[in-house]
């Protein structure tokens, strides 16, 4: 079946930097875009970066130029360079299929001093 595990958040201080990684299985990874989104503690789901088949990326005017999406279709994993993070980059980032239809369980990335 379909599956997304995320990975590599934790608590860095605002300037900081993390990578997250999205593991895929179950489909033929790299025929699909595959999406970051995040959720703020009380706030809804914020999409974050595309990244299609081709290696296209597409950016939420929030992080662009901060954030950097990319993948490795011979690993089935995508990857989300977080750079000079500030306090409300502070979420839960999820990875989904472009269709938002499968999505992991999340890794949670805490900005804080």
């Known amino acids: 079946q379909v599956q997304f595990v995320e990975s590599g958040g934790g608590l860095v201080q605002p300037g900081g930097s993390l990578r997250l990684s999205c593991a895929a299985s179950g489909f033929n990874f790299s025929a699909f875009a595959i999406t970051w989104l995040r959720q703020a503690p009380g706030k809804g789901v914020e999409w974050v970066a595309d990244i299609n088949s081709g290696g296209l990326t597409y950016y939420a005017a929030t992080v662009k130029g901060r954030f950097t999406i990319s993948r490795d279709n011979a690993k089935s994993t995508v990857y989300l360079q977080m750079n000079s993070l500030k306090d409300e980059d502070t979420a839960v980032y999820y990875c989904?299929?472009?269709?938002?239809?499968?999505w992991g369980q999340g890794t949670q990335v805490t900005v804080s001093s």
């Open positions: 989904a299929d472009g269709w938002y239809q499968y």
